[in-house]
């Protein structure tokens, strides 16, 4: 295998990035969008188990994330960061294809990433051979919407960059309570505690998200968890939902039971949707339990190269 870490130019801001890459032939290529507050070289281990089936993985940090500039405490796109960050997966997917023609472009998105992925798709339908949505879900609009609301109150307290002790619970605090007694303030992440312990650890990873970012999020979750945010989606194109059963954010796999079910009502002919048992919402990190190995079985079972 092949490591190559360089800056990729998005045309507005120069984001630090990483290719994987096969040393003989590359079968495919797969573009990963990661979650919120994390960074790609987190995806270490599970480019390397594609790597040896001859995918090519590659990725970026998002804007306020990993090695890029902004508050190394709190993860923040800035105020017109979530259509830049559509922008930068587009440029970022154009720059592969340029250096490997022809060979099958696949996206994954986590978390954060699923959301931008799902409306990725509806702007930029052509060219993609197959998206994976990860750590997914959907939730009612009525909820999403009163919890904007409430948000947008915090901004005018904090600003689009700073959050606030509400925000922290709204967010990240409200799944954790599932998993009481806590552990650690991240429990509803992984049930892997050696893996959730190195992610806490990691100076790379943003304790928390600004209410900015969170306001942009759920925005997005509104607006794809509609049928007609699917109707510019190629409907040909093949999508496999991934989640743990045990996922917060996907309503205990409630949530992606519901939008499978929608994807299917829009017209989407190729929907492939998988539980792993016992798996939070990292479920690429949930290594001890074997849902990581599981997740990437389906993933190179599904792309079948």
Known sequence: MVKECFSFYSGSAELNAVVWKPEGEISAILQITHGMTEHIARYQDFAEALVSNGILVAGFDLRGHGRNPGNPECACFGEQGWEASLQDMYLFSQHLQQLFPGVPHYMLGFSLGSFLLREYLGIHPEGIAGAIIAGSGQQPGW???????????????????????????????????????????????????????????????????????????????????????YKSWNKEMP???????????GDMGKGLKLLDSTMRMAGMKDVK???????????FHEIS???????????LEWMAL
């Open 143 to 229: 909820l999403l919407g009163i919890m904007m609301a409430i948000v947008k109150g915090q901004l005018k307290k904090c600003g689009w960059n700073g959050t606030t002790d509400l925000v922290k619970k709204l967010s990240f605090g409200v799944y954790n309570d599932k998993f009481k007694p806590n552990r650690t303030e991240a429990d509803w992440l992984c049930s892997d505690n050696a893996q959730l312990d190195e992610y806490l650890a990691d100076p790379l990873c943003r304790k928390t998200i600004s209410a900015g970012l969170f306001y942009q999020l759920l925005g997005s979750m509104k607006r794809t968890g509609k049928a007609a945010s």
């Open 289 to 299: 339990s074997g849902a990581s190995e599981a997740a990437v079985n389906l993933i």
């Open 239 to 249: 999508v496999l939902l991934l989640s743990g059963d045990k996922d917060p954010v």
């Open 273 to 283: 949707c998988y539980l792993l048992p016992g798996a939070r919402h990292d479920l």
